[in-house]
């Protein structure tokens, strides 16, 4: 059995399995200049073509690089592909194989376009007719914007921190609207009796 085979056919299968259909990995023979194994192909390439890399300068240099990459290539059907190649050797340090890997990037340049569609939630104004009377979404604001400037998270924040938002609650106004109380308390986690100490708390400050 061919050596590169016997060393790398299962890395070459475990690697095209992680992306389905996504990644394809050739497995080049330095001897012989010819593939001897591909998983996922999809670049119309098969076992026993050639090669066509050049390979003179790998084993020219002092500085020999290991893995090369990333670089890009075109795909057959025009489809831009990331890639890298690492280089295989023996007992000797002698350059016996390449092993490349080909990842498409359709896929996750539509992807990264749609989340970017997603999250940019800043591109227009917020309709005024719609929440010009939400007080939760005005205490939502409040408490994400005191959370901000506190460099903190919700899950994260301190005792002092939560005295912080209730304070900039009371002093806004939004505690005034019936139900904010109790709304308050289930956003910051805690019970009504809990809110109302936090609140007497701010008040001292």
């Not at 002092?62 to 059907?77: A, F, T």
């Not at 009796?193 to 609140?199: G, I, P, R, T, V």
Request: proline share 2%; net charge negative; glycine share 4%.
């Amino acid at each position: 059995m061919n050596v590169l085979l016997s060393r790398y056919s299962t890395v070459c299968r475990l690697i095209a399995e992680l992306f389905p259909d996504q990644i394809e990995v050739v497995l080049h023979d330095v001897t012989t200049g010819s593939i001897v194994a591909i998983e996922g192909a999809y670049s119309n390439r098969k076992i026993g073509d050639k090669s066509l890399i050049e390979l003179e300068n790998l084993d020219q240099t002092d500085d020999k690089q290991e893995l090369i990459g990333p670089y890009s290539q075109m795909n057959w059907d025009g489809e831009p592909l990331r890639s890298f190649t690492a280089v295989l050797t023996d007992e000797h340090d002698q350059t016996i194989g390449l092993l490349c890997v080909n990842c498409r990037t359709s896929a996750f340049s539509a992807a990264a376009q749609l989340l970017s569609v997603f999250s940019n939630i800043n591109e227009n104004t917020k309709p005024e007719a719609l929440f010009k009377n939400d007080w939760r979404d005005s205490i939502n604001q409040l408490i994400s914007a005191t959370l901000i400037e506190s460099n903190t998270s919700l899950v994260g924040a301190t005792r002092e921190t939560k005295v912080e938002i209730v304070y900039a609650l009371d002093q806004s106004g939004l505690l005034e609207f019936r139900g904010s109380p109790e709304y308050v308390a289930k956003s910051l986690g805690m019970s009504r009796a809990s809110f109302y100490n936090l609140l007497k708390e701010s008040r001292i400050k």
